[in-house]
Nanobody, 116 residues
Framework: VQLQASGGGLVQPGGSLRLSCAASGSIFSINVMGWYRQAPGKQRELVAAITNGGITLYADSVKGRFTISRDNAENTAYLQMNSLKPEDTAVYYC???????????WGQGTQVTVSS
């Protein structure tokens, strides 16, 4: 299984970015696609996740600002990030798993920097 993440970059506070994660390979019954992030000196944390049935989970810090979606036919997940804050700065990793608490595959990470 391979995960290809894209869409990171530098954005000013209040701006928006959209991350994409395309999965390929021997994908069988992958239920959950999600995004984690890790800022310098901090632990990796779950940002958002979505089941193949469309049930979503968000970290409290991003609720109302980020939206996760997926295209099951294309095995692709998206993370729309609005009203970005400097504290959203991190490397964002896409992930695949069987549940909201068990992730088996990880992408290479994409840098998101929110700065003026």
């Amino acid at each position: 299984v391979q995960l290809q993440a894209s869409g990171g970059g530098l954005v000013q506070p209040g701006g928006s970015l959209r991350l994409s994660c395309a999965a390929s390979g021997s994908i069988f019954s992958i239920n959950v696609m999600g995004w984690y992030r890790q800022a310098p000196g901090k632990q990796r944390e779950l940002v958002a996740a979505i089941t193949n049935g469309g049930i979503t989970l968000y970290a409290d810090s991003v609720k109302g600002r980020f939206t996760i979606s997926r295209d099951n036919a294309e095995n692709t997940a998206y993370l729309q990030m609005n009203s970005l804050k400097p504290e959203d700065t991190a490397v964002y990793y896409c992930t695949l798993g069987s549940s909201f608490v068990k992730y088996d595959y990880w992408g290479q990470g994409t840098q998101v920097t929110v700065s003026s």
